[in-house]
């Protein structure tokens, strides 16, 4: 059992000898990112050995603590860069000024090195965002907790470590971080906290689209759906978000398939995927469904999101018309050519919470799998039919685009049951090009 110990200078959180013990056994217990935890305590008893005090500090410390998975581990050390150079001839400094960072590679991975410049650790726990943030760990297992950040877990609160109006100063996107770890972490954002965000809102400016972008990435690794919530609660929505904002109010035109707000629809439908335990992307998908495809891919070149999520959100916007619409069975055969199985289970995810989050029936939709996935039955049972290598080689084609005209065609007359053998591609392909032949 934890328990306190305070001196006039530190609060000191510690265990006792036998559960520091404990307390690094554990770290060994579970694979995957603990390891990293692990490399880190080791890495701290190296510095030492080289007469350097070190800590592990912040969100690694928290996340061990709330049992989550501990994967980006930063340390703070005694000495400055050229102690920590001394120990580590390879480390490379990045950074301005007073904000260096040492990156070093130990056993293997990678780990970011703060020096303190013979500073106390306090001081870089001081300048920390939250007081969950704001703790150190030693190699003996001794836990720092000079802001009560512990505490604050213990009661599931999320505060800003010192003045708030000081801390979102200092790092405006911070406001933006709040929602992210109160989503994230399951905690309670303090009421303090709360309204330094609202009254802070209006003053912010300049934040860089690629750290919203990361803290948006970061927030749908959590419940994307509970950080949206506080970010519209605290006013940040028209700052961060402003294309989303506009869609407050907005109505689609007469006729279409949803009428109603399509701010609130997006939510609706990006709750309705997350409860369904959706893919990340149908997630991201349903937020932006009411937003311009071009636009979307734009945002997130801004955002500097990775080419394969980007794309494949872009794809699920652009094609998410078609799958509200009954799926004619050519139309079936030509998606599945050209968007592949993966994207289009992932579009029948997010037509299914767009219609369930508008409350329209689900009957067309229901019809529109069926279709597919007996065109994609179909024509996974079949393994005769040409590709287009050998439609040029048989036919003496040169490339263009009868060449996709011609498969696509096949592959039609395929899942119709039109052709049951090779003959039956044969005399296909004799009725339909003989004078290409």
């Known amino acids: 059992m934890l328990f306190f110990q305070y001196s006039n200078k530190i609060a000191l959180s510690s265990f006792s000898v036998r559960e520091s013990f404990f307390f690094l056994a554990m770290l060994l217990e579970e694979g995957g990112n603990e390891v990293s935890l692990f490399n880190a305590l080791e890495l701290l008893r190296f510095f030492e050995k080289e007469g350097i005090k070190a800590w592990i500090v912040g969100g690694a410390v928290r996340d061990y603590l709330l049992g989550q998975s501990v994967s980006d581990v930063d340390l703070a050390v005694s000495g400055g860069e050229k102690e920590i150079q001394r120990v580590f001839p390879g480390a490379v400094i990045v950074g301005k000024a007073q904000k260096q960072t040492a990156v070093i590679s130990f056993n293997r991975e990678a780990f970011d090195v703060f020096p303190l410049r013979n500073k106390p650790v306090e001081e870089d726990l001081a300048r920390r965002d939250f007081t969950v943030n704001a703790m150190a760990l030693d190699s003996k297992g001794h836990i720092y907790d000079p802001f009560d950040g512990f505490s604050d877990l213990r009661k599931g609160i999320l505060r800003f470590n010192g003045n708030p109006l000081h801390r979102l100063k200092d790092d405006p996107i911070r406001a933006l971080r709040l929602c992210r770890f109160a989503s994230t ?30 803290e948006v990435a970061r927030a749908f690794d959590g419940d994307g ?21 506009k869609l407050w109010g907005q109505r689609l035109e007469a006729g279409s398939i949803y009428e109603g707000d399509c701010l609130l629809h997006s939510f609706l439908s990006l709750q309705s995927a997350q409860e369904q335990r959706r893919d990340k992307s149908v997630q991201v998908a349903a937020l932006f469904q009411h937003l311009n495809y071009d636009f979307v891919n734009e945002l997130l070149l801004s955002w ?17 018309p078609f799958f509200l619409e009954p799926l004619p069975l050519d139309r079936a055969i030509a998606v599945y050519d050209s968007l592949g199985e993966d994207i289009i289970r992932k579009l029948f995810d997010l037509s299914h919470a767009f219609l369930s989050s508008s409350g329209k029936p689900t009957d067309v939709w229901r019809e529109n799998l069926l279709t597919y996935n007996r065109v994609v ?6 393994d ?49 090009a003989p004078d290409k032949a």
């Open 377 to 382: 039955l179909r024509l996974k049972c079949i």
């Open 384 to 432: 005769f039919l040409p590709d287009g290598k050998e439609l040029k080689r048989v036919l003496g084609l040169e490339e263009g685009p009868l060449v996709g005209l011609l498969k696509t065609g096949l592959r039609q007359a395929a899942a119709k049951g039109e052709i049951e053998s090779r003959e039956d591609v044969n005399k296909w392909l004799w009725e339909n």
């Open 185 to 214: 972490h399951g905690l309670r954002i303090d009421g303090d906290s709360s309204l330094a965000v609202e009254n802070f809102a209006s003053h912010i400016t300049g934040v860089s689209q690629e750290r919203i972008g990361h």
């Open 304 to 320: 500097s999101w990775p080419s394969v999520s980007r794309e494949e959100i872009v794809a699920l916007i652009k094609n998410l």
């Open 225 to 245: 759906f509970l950080f949206f919530r506080f970010v519209r609660s605290h006013g940040l929505m028209a700052v961060f978000f402003p294309f989303l904002e």
